[in-house]
């Protein structure tokens, strides 16, 4: 009873768009990219928050517990999705363009200075968003769950639905190819030049 | 010999799962040789390190729900769950 009543005194449902509406929007939309999906999974988080209301054991912070709600709303939501999309079938008949015939760099891979204090300038992370958002979508999503979430090879199988764990290996590395890639056009060496000037 | 392709690959499942021995030994006999492949090695590390390490404020665009979806959500709210 009385663990009923601190809880209670709490949790406070009526205050949550006001407080957390945001943060939970920046959360999935990052995830999610669209705008109307990513509003529709806060509301669902919020709906699934107020039914538990009781569940809540005070072991962690209210946004937090709310947005670990919403975690699960999201990954229920790529589920769902990836399943009728078929996420891996996008990138298979892709041509790499970045090796040869022999399988060496056609591309070059430019040394990069000082990237322990590019992460400490807000615009470094702008620049690392907007390459983010270049990826194509199925790319985007490994990538974010992969790396925003920590999913490991076996949640990221089951959650969006990608047939064998080399395809995915596979996208994984070619996310990663193509954010270098862009970093290196797009922040380091514009960066590099003024440096050097 | 693995080609710069392979162990462009293996450097970056390096990242999400322990390679075998054979693999391990394969790729570090390629990066003895290899400047790009050596930095591309490093530059995915940090990429990875730096996400890992980043907040939420740093990884996602700052947005608003708009007038429009705050009502909506709160109508849906007041008829409970």
């Given at each position: ?144 769950l992969r790396e925003l979430d920590?999913?490991?090879t076996e949640e990221l199988l ?40 | ?15 999400d799962r322990t390679l075998t ?61």
């Open positions: 009873m009385l663990r009923g009543r601190l809880v209670a005194e709490k949790l406070d449902p009526n205050a949550w768009l006001d407080r957390y509406g945001d943060v939970l929007f920046r959360y999935a939309v990052a995830r999610v990219r669209d705008k109307t999906v990513a509003e529709d999974l806060v509301q669902d988080a919020f709906l699934a928050a107020i039914g538990a209301v009781a569940t809540y054991e005070g072991g962690s912070t209210e946004q937090t517990w709310l947005v670990g709600i919403l975690r699960h709303k999201v990954l229920d939501y790529f589920r769902q999705s990836s399943r009728e999309k078929q996420l891996q079938h996008e990138w298979s008949d892709e041509q790499d363009h970045d090796f040869d015939d022999e399988g060496s760099w056609a591309v070059s891979i430019d040394p990069w200075r000082t990237p322990e204090k590019a992460v400490e300038q807000d615009e470094f992370w702008g620049v690392l968003r907007g390459c983010v958002d270049t990826l194509p979508e199925n790319l985007r999503t490994v990538f974010a920590g999913l490991g089951a959650t969006l639905d990608i047939s064998t764990k080399n395809n995915l290996w596979v996208m994984l590395s070619r996310a990663r190819k193509r954010l270098r890639q862009c970093l290196q056009n797009r922040w380091f060496e514009k960066w590099q030049q003024d440096v050097d000037v | 010999m693995l080609t710069c392709e392979e162990t462009a690959q293996l450097i970056s499942e390096r990242l021995l054979r693999e391990r030994l394969m790729l570090r006999l390629h990066l003895f040789g290899c400047d790009l492949c050596n930095r591309y090695a490093r530059q995915l590390k940090f990429l990875q390190r730096a996400c890992a390490e980043a907040g939420e404020e740093q990884l996602t665009e700052a947005a608003e729900l708009d007038e429009t979806a705050r009502e909506r959500i709160r109508n849906r709210l007041q008829q409970g769950p």
